[in-house]
């Protein structure tokens, strides 16, 4: 007996909702083994990390509050990865997009008020938007490659936030700490009342059906989909595949510098050295959980917010590094990648005879 | 600037450019395959700490070395099961093998933080290295020795072997080399271990040689440098040695500049050390900007870079 691929004539849209399941239970099964291999125990690491966020409702403000950029981020990419653009540089157009708050709200002095918010808000969308500009022109100027150059630009972003914080941006009554003055009351967002929960997570959860609407029902969400899928017939069809490039990047910048906005101006109100964490790279995982899929995306933010909190618990009742729950987000990451197999193909044990029946006709085009 | 200065530059700078040069070889030839592994920081990582880790245990630098190479190998396995076996995306499988190795060396170093490793010996008597001449030649690690060896094989070994041609006609036209009759996958998972096993024992240079401890994270990003270096030698070994060289210049700076030392350089106090720090990854960009250029209307990367195989059946 031996294994046969066959190409599905669309993608199974079975296998696009059951595969990220799947590849969850899977990462939870094989972490128990793995840590049990480690000399931890694998049982309480996994539970605290996965579902004691969940269970124990204290816990669920810190998810929401961790979702929300991981939502927003994920959302940007996914736009980028169905048109093949890789954007990997969302950390420092989040980091981009903080400073840039930042600095209108250190330009408005003591002054707060809902136009100040908005304000810092928008100018974390357009500098977020700003440093993913850069690849997009190397990109489609001189095809610069733009996994190398987003991902430079992190680094190059790393030393802004450096310099910055410890210079222009200091706080001059912080003690000399490297971090902005704390946001005074009315240049904050507004927060639900007796919770850490700020208006953030409200733009969270309503983008995902704002970018569903726009992927399914719009010319540009067309577009995107055709130049990803088939880049030869795109040109041919008349889309520009620069243009593209340029959406992309910039959904995916701007969007990543409203993560950063909102993180600042409704969750940290500080900006210090700490405040990159690694939610760019992880809202990557976050795209691809959710099958490229705005509604995918907001459940898949939602489950590696839990991985975030729940590290934080494993930390205290495990020991365990926080960066460990990147060993589990890479799991599920290698998972749906290689579970794509089951959406393009049919897998077929030729020699066993219960195999030679197929099923109905897939349903058309993914991802809808 | 005395001729010490010089000399004691020069030294730095080919030290800390060798574990990229060790890295860039193995993706060198991994990308020659026609294979994109991404996750060269991730593999690095591994091996810093499996060779950290190896070497405490044994006590034994060389066997340091050659865990390291084991971990980066089998880390990089790892990857070449799902994009070769499974035909998983390589960009995204090369990313989550980065994050991977981020968070599994940081479990493992859990237990060796603070330890301390045994040295390497020095790679020549040390009465070669008493004059400045004589430390310009012989005062390196055996590594740094190694790696340049390495420069030599590769470039030898892809040019003027059997087996190199092979590779290379795995990367330039997969279904061809196929059709002869050689195994693509096989070819391929091959120089996949051999790009692992090169930037494990690129990040044990961390943590055995320049360091000589372990930290959470700490090649900070030159993985990633290795893999923009292969871009800039246009995927020729020679010229992977030399744009180490420059990349070590630059990183060089830095060192330089956040300990004050730049001194010599005019108007230096006036530039924030952010700027230095920040020149190795602005100048990966440039670089890249201007092979671009130079390579408008054909790219010298190898054509199945990147591709799944995808053989008629």
Not at chain 1, 17 to 22: D, G, L, R
Not at chain 1, 189 to 218: D, I, K, N, Q
Not at chain 1, 254 to 274: D, R, S, V
Request: net charge positive.
């Amino acid at each position: 007996m031996r294994i046969k691929l066959e190409k599905r004539p669309d993608p199974s849209r079975l296998m696009l909702v059951v595969t990220p399941i799947a590849s969850v239970l899977l990462t939870m099964l094989l972490g128990v083994i793995v840590f049990d291999a480690l000399g931890i125990d694998g049982q309480r690491a996994v539970i605290d990390i996965f579902l004691t966020p969940l269970l124990a409702s204290y816990k669920w403000q810190d998810v929401a509050v961790k979702a929300a950029p991981l939502i927003i981020i994920g959302l940007g990419l996914s736009i980028g990865n169905r048109a093949n653009v890789w954007n990997i540089g969302a950390e420092g157009q989040y980091v981009i997009g903080a400073l840039c708050a930042a600095g209108v709200g250190i330009a408005a002095g003591p002054v707060g008020g809902p136009l100040v918010i908005a304000a810092m808000i928008m100018a974390g969308i357009v500098g977020g938007g700003a440093w993913a500009a850069v690849p997009a022109v190397l990109k489609t100027r001189l095809g610069v490659n733009e996994i190398l150059s987003t991902l430079m630009f992190t680094y190059v972003a790393l030393q802004v936030l450096s310099y910055l914080v410890g210079g222009p941006f200091k706080d001059p009554n912080g003690r000399n700490f490297p971090a902005t003055a704390p946001l005074t009351a009315d240049q904050t967002l507004p927060l639900l009342p007796f919770t850490s929960v700020h208006l953030g997570v409200g733009v969270a959860l309503v983008l995902p059906f704002l970018f569903w609407f726009l992927m399914s029902r719009s010319v540009f969400g067309y577009q995107i989909r055709v130049v990803g899928a088939a880049p030869h017939a795109a040109r041919h069809g008349g889309f520009d595949g620069n243009q593209t490039v340029w959406l992309a990047l910039l959904i995916g910048g701007g969007m990543a510098g409203l993560a950063g906005a909102l993180e600042f101006t409704g969750a940290l109100k500080t900006i210090n050295l700490g405040f990159p964490s690694g939610y760019g790279f992880t809202a990557i995982i976050v795209a691809f959980l959710g099958r490229l899929h705005p509604i995918g995306v907001l459940i898949a933010g939602i489950v590696l917010a839990v991985t975030y909190v729940g590290g934080q618990v494993a930390q205290t009742t495990v020991h365990i590094p926080n960066a460990t729950a990147g060993i589990f987000q890479a799991m599920m990451l290698f998972f749906i990648l290689a579970s794509d197999i089951f959406v393009r193909y049919r897998v077929r044990f030729i020699g066993s005879p219960k195999s030679a029946v197929s099923p109905a006709a897939p349903a058309p085009a993914a991802g809808e | 600037m005395g001729t010490d200065f010089v000399i004691a530059a020069i030294i730095t700078i080919i030290g800390i450019s060798t574990p990229i040069l060790l890295a860039g070889l193995g993706e060198l030839v991994v990308e020659k395959a026609g294979v994109l592994n991404l996750g060269v920081e991730g593999m690095m990582l591994i091996g810093a700490i499996t060779g950290f880790a190896v070497t405490v245990m044994t006590g034994n630098p060389w066997l340091g070395v050659l865990g390291a190479a084991a971990g980066g190998a089998l880390s990089a396995l790892l990857f070449g099961f799902f994009v070769l076996t499974l035909n998983s995306n390589q960009v995204a499988t090369g990313l989550a093998l980065t994050i991977f190795g981020t968070g599994l060396s940081s479990l493992i170093g859990l237990s060796f933080v603070g330890r301390i490793v045994p040295q390497f010996g020095s790679s020549f008597p040390p009465a070669l290295s008493r004059d400045p001449i004589g430390r310009l030649f012989f005062s390196y690690s055996p590594l740094v020795y190694f790696a340049l060896a390495m420069v030599f094989v590769v470039a030898w070994f892809l040019r003027r072997t059997r087996s190199g041609l092979i590779l290379r006609a795995v990367g330039e036209n997969d279904l061809s080399a196929h059709s002869i009759g050689y195994s693509v996958i096989g070819v391929r998972y091959l120089a996949v271990a051999f790009g692992g096993a090169m930037a494990g024992i690129g990040g044990a240079y961390f943590s055995l040689v320049i360091t000589p401890m372990w930290a959470e994270r700490m090649t900070s990003g030159r993985g990633w440098i290795a893999l923009a270096l292969v871009v800039f030698a246009s995927w020729k070994a020679g010229r992977l040695l030399i744009g180490s060289l420059f990349f070590g210049v630059l990183m060089w700076l830095e060192l330089n500049a956040k300990a004050g030392g730049l001194s010599f350089m005019p108007y230096a106090g006036s530039i924030p050390s952010q700027f230095w720090a920040a020149m190795p990854y602005l100048m990966t960009v440039v670089v890249l900007a201007l092979i671009s250029m130079r390579d408008r209307g054909g790219s010298s990367a190898p054509a199945c870079l990147g591709k799944p195989f995808l053989p008629a059946t």
